[in-house]
């Protein structure tokens, strides 16, 4: 059975450890909410959330797709972890899917199909890059494999 105080506590501790994520989450879901509708920008940011998650697991379990590494744990007694993948990181993914496809909606205009997607998935792309590995953020709390080093 989950213990919802606990839980609750470890999402309170999570707000106080990464509040950044949670004005990213606002800046995130105020224009989402105008351009795409509530249901739809929740619907972005759950299935970003959902694919991310999976896409982290599965990179600290076998190293597909992001090569392998896993979490320290170092935190995991002040934020919330889902299994061994800390909350924050899988719900920061939807802010940088979304601001990759504005970007490309605003490069290309109206034009959609596999243009808007490549460019998306290219500034997206960089923008992980730059966040994680190029822009050293990192942190303490993951360790890279000797493979991928």
Same mark, same amino acid.
């Given at each position: 059975?989950?213990?919802?105080? #606990?839980?609750?506590?470890?999402?309170?501790?999570?707000?106080?450890?990464? $509040?950044?994520?949670?004005?990213?989450? =606002?800046?995130?879901?105020? !224009?989402?909410?105008?351009?795409?509708?509530?249901?739809? *920008?929740?619907?972005?940011?759950?299935?970003?959330?959902?694919?991310?998650?999976? #896409?982290?697991?599965?990179?600290?379990?076998?190293?597909? !797709?992001?090569?392998?590494?896993?979490?320290?744990?170092?935190?995991?007694?002040?934020?919330?972890?889902? =299994?061994?993948? $800390?909350?924050?990181? *899988?719900?920061?993914? !939807?802010?940088?899917?979304? *601001?990759?496809?504005?970007?490309?909606?605003?490069?290309?205009?109206?034009? #959609?199909?596999?243009?808007?997607?490549?460019?998306?998935?290219?500034?997206?792309?960089?923008? *992980?890059?730059?966040?994680?590995?190029?822009?050293?953020?990192?942190? !303490?709390?993951?360790?890279?494999?000797?493979?991928?080093?």
């Amino acid at each position: 059975m989950v213990d919802i105080s #606990a839980w609750l506590s470890l999402l309170w501790g999570t707000v106080l450890l990464r $509040p950044y994520v949670f004005g990213f989450l =606002a800046a995130f879901l105020t !224009p989402a909410v105008r351009d795409l509708g509530g249901r739809r *920008a929740a619907g972005f940011l759950g299935w970003g959330f959902a694919v991310a998650f999976v #896409a982290e697991y599965t990179s600290t379990r076998i190293g597909v !797709p992001f090569g392998l590494y896993h979490y320290t744990g170092e935190t995991a007694a002040w934020e919330l972890f889902i =299994a061994n993948v $800390p909350f924050f990181d *899988a719900l920061s993914f !939807p802010f940088l899917a979304y *601001a990759a496809w504005c970007l490309a909606r605003w490069d290309l205009g109206n034009t #959609a199909g596999a243009a808007q997607v490549l460019v998306a998935s290219w500034s997206g792309g960089c923008a *992980a890059c730059c966040r994680s590995v190029g822009g050293n953020c990192a942190g !303490p709390w993951i360790v890279w494999s000797a493979v991928d080093l």
